[in-house]
């Protein structure tokens, strides 16, 4: 098991859960050794950061001269928002804008203020679902969790016991999306288990409110951290369920993409493994992870007997793998394999030596 990375980018702080050790490829001389290790500690890029102000809400819409029990009652809510005064409204829409252009700090403080003055409780609700995913997106964890404090006092009491229906339905979808912040925030923690929990509830008790288009990018973001929640604990086959059937923002597709390959080769279907981690590769991946995506990738390609693909990756791996790394996953074994088959034997005993002294 690989040490727990320190790095500041990485987001979950969870311990590591090895992949399952997998058969021995059918070469001769090749190393025993498959195993390969995966960080559950998600690392910066698996962050969406346009998400706080679109993810489920889509922007308050003002309705003019009506009281707000008409607004809020009406069965005729066309997105997920919460409505309130045009004033409000805008200022919100400065809030969200603010935000967006990186003055985060200024943007908390008014989005406060605008809580503190929101009298009505589905204002106040949905204001503060905004709040949890704006600190969580600075990494104020503590202040998320007080925020959520507040939202889920507002909505379990008034909407927990809303049925799922297939259209949008305001109170139906605060409640949705109280869990989903949850989920965040237990994630944010560290706290997998309990994110994992909340996530299934989510999905088994509102599936109608879910397959709406306005909580696309909830659903899938929703599915995509079901199945790096249950990959992380061992349940492979389950995780590959969601990962499979979901399309993953653009935010999300580095990471999803990662445990994805690492699904396929679980279940040996190794040209779908290479074919998805080919996809998770960008240019600020933590070294670790692409140590470990790339010796993956290795793997894939030599169980589809691409030999000098399966060295080139492996050679990619070591660039940036730690002694450790190295060492738990045979690099240099495998590498001793590859430039044998292809007959390069003056670099096989190179990797042999390396293999010795590691």
């Not at 962050?47 to 607004?71: I, L, M, V, W």
């Not at 889920?152 to 409640?175: C, G, H, M, R, Y």
């Not at 699904?263 to 080919?278: G, H, N, P, Q």
């Amino acid at each position: 098991m690989i040490e727990r990375q320190q790095d500041s980018s990485f987001g979950m702080g969870a311990q590591v859960n090895p992949i399952p050790p997998f058969a021995r490829p059918a070469k001769d001389g090749a190393p025993a050794s498959t195993k390969a290790e995966l960080r559950s500690d998600l690392p910066e890029w698996y962050y969406p950061h346009e998400s706080a102000f679109n993810c489920g809400y889509h922007g308050y819409k003002a309705h003019k001269g009506e009281p707000p029990a008409s607004r809020y009652l009406s069965d005729n809510v066309s997105s997920v928002g919460i409505t309130m005064n045009e004033a409000d409204a805008q200022r919100f829409e400065a809030i969200s804008n603010r935000f967006a252009v990186g003055d985060r700090i200024g943007a908390l403080e008014e989005l406060r203020n605008l809580i503190q003055r929101a009298s009505d409780p589905l204002d106040r609700a949905g204001l503060l679902y905004h709040e949890v995913l704006c600190l969580l997106e600075e990494r104020d964890t503590v202040r998320a969790e007080a925020s959520l404090k507040e939202l889920t006092a507002i909505v379990e009491p008034n909407f927990d016991s809303e049925s799922d229906v297939d259209q949008i339905n305001l109170k139906v979808s605060l409640a949705v999306m109280t869990r989903y912040a949850d989920a965040k925030v237990l994630i944010a923690k560290g706290d997998e288990n309990r994110a994992l929990a909340v996530l299934k509830e989510v999905v088994s008790r509102y599936p109608k409110q879910l397959s709406t288009s306005n909580f696309r990018e909830v659903k899938a973001e929703t599915y995509v951290r079901l199945g790096i929640l249950l990959a992380n604990a061992n349940r492979w086959l389950e995780a590959g369920e969601y990962l499979k059937n979901t399309t993953p923002l653009d935010s999300l597709k580095p990471v999803y993409y990662y445990y994805l390959g690492q699904f396929y080769f679980t279940v040996r279907d190794y040209a779908r493994a290479a074919e998805s981690l080919k996809k998770c590769f960008t240019n600020d991946m933590p070294p670790k992870w692409f140590a470990q995506a790339h010796y993956m990738l290795g793997l894939a390609e030599y169980h589809l007997l691409n030999v000098q693909a399966a060295k080139k990756e492996f050679e990619l791996s070591v660039q940036k793998a730690d002694p450790n790394y190295i060492r738990k996953s045979n690099i240099w074994g495998w590498l001793e394999a590859t430039s044998k088959a292809l007959g390069e034997y003056t670099e096989s005993e190179k990797y042999r030596k390396l293999k010795e002294e590691t």
